[in-house]
């Protein structure tokens, strides 16, 4: 049960990160929206590292479907254990999302209404997701000590150089289609961001499967 936990509430302190200091950032930004997207970038990732490291001799500290598909494939844990890793994930950043705007004084349900959508897009959170998994993959297997680091200077780095200011996670695309606020996604444009980012999963799983045969 400890690993579950760790899995939903640092899932849901992440949401709560990426979406409080979205708010925070446009509110004093005073609507300049490269001030908002540096503090939300940077509030990100310093909260991812330190999640990552808390968390991550608990449950690996996932956080993410994807990743969860990733070790599952792997061998790391078994079938019952990810799909138990979803429903927290999943559930923790719904929750994320409403503590957030229970914070703020804000409507706790919201539907977004802004607009990610787009070949553009989609392309950039397959980059998006290949390159976390990557990431993470290499990290866990060269330089394990370094992958909270690793993980958080990526996201900090992908907000920056992707169009879609990298999502890579189909729990946080979900979550953040309800919450109208600066990291929103309309509810319509959740269902490209979740395929690309599963089959940039699915890319990653074969290509780790060859090498393994390979080896």
Same mark, same amino acid.
């Given at each position: 049960m400890k690993s579950y936990l760790s899995e939903f509430i640092g899932? &849901?302190?992440l949401l &709560?990160?990426?979406?409080? %200091?979205?708010?925070?950032g446009e509110t004093l930004g005073a609507g300049n929206a490269a001030v908002a997207l540096l503090g939300n970038s940077i509030a990100t990732g310093?909260?991812?590292?330190?999640?990552?490291?808390?968390?991550?001799p608990i449950s690996g500290a996932h956080f993410n479907p994807v990743v969860t598909l990733m070790f599952w494939k792997l061998g790391h844990l078994d079938l019952k254990k990810m799909l138990g890793y979803w +429903?927290?994930?999943f559930s923790g950043a719904i929750a994320g999302i409403w503590l957030t705007h229970l914070m703020f004084s804000l409507s706790i349900i919201q539907e977004s209404t802004k607009v990610r959508t787009g070949p553009g897009i989609w392309v950039s959170e397959f980059v998006s997701t290949l390159a976390l998994l990557a990431v993470i993959r290499i990290g866990d297997k060269?330089?394990?000590?370094?992958?909270?680091?690793? +993980?958080?200077?990526? +996201?900090?780095a992908g907000y920056w150089f992707t169009s879609s200011t990298f999502f890579a996670n189909p &729990?946080?695309?979900?979550?953040? %289609?309800l919450t109208n606020t600066f990291v929103g996604?309309?509810?319509?444009? +959740?269902?490209?961001? &979740?395929l690309f980012e599963v089959l940039a999963a699915l890319v990653m799983l074969v290509l780790f499967c060859h090498s393994k045969r390979q080896s």
């Amino acid at each position: 049960m400890k690993s579950y936990l760790s899995e939903f509430i640092g899932t &849901a302190l992440l949401l &709560a990160i990426v979406t409080g %200091s979205g708010i925070m950032g446009e509110t004093l930004g005073a609507g300049n929206a490269a001030v908002a997207l540096l503090g939300n970038s940077i509030a990100t990732g310093a909260g991812l590292y330190v999640l990552i490291t808390l968390l991550g001799p608990i449950s690996g500290a996932h956080f993410n479907p994807v990743v969860t598909l990733m070790f599952w494939k792997l061998g790391h844990l078994d079938l019952k254990k990810m799909l138990g890793y979803w +429903v927290c994930q999943f559930s923790g950043a719904i929750a994320g999302i409403w503590l957030t705007h229970l914070m703020f004084s804000l409507s706790i349900i919201q539907e977004s209404t802004k607009v990610r959508t787009g070949p553009g897009i989609w392309v950039s959170e397959f980059v998006s997701t290949l390159a976390l998994l990557a990431v993470i993959r290499i990290g866990d297997k060269e330089a394990k000590d370094r992958v909270p680091m690793l +993980v958080a200077l990526t +996201v900090t780095a992908g907000y920056w150089f992707t169009s879609s200011t990298f999502f890579a996670n189909p &729990a946080v695309a979900l979550a953040r %289609s309800l919450t109208n606020t600066f990291v929103g996604i309309a509810p319509n444009d +959740v269902f490209g961001f &979740a395929l690309f980012e599963v089959l940039a999963a699915l890319v990653m799983l074969v290509l780790f499967c060859h090498s393994k045969r390979q080896s």
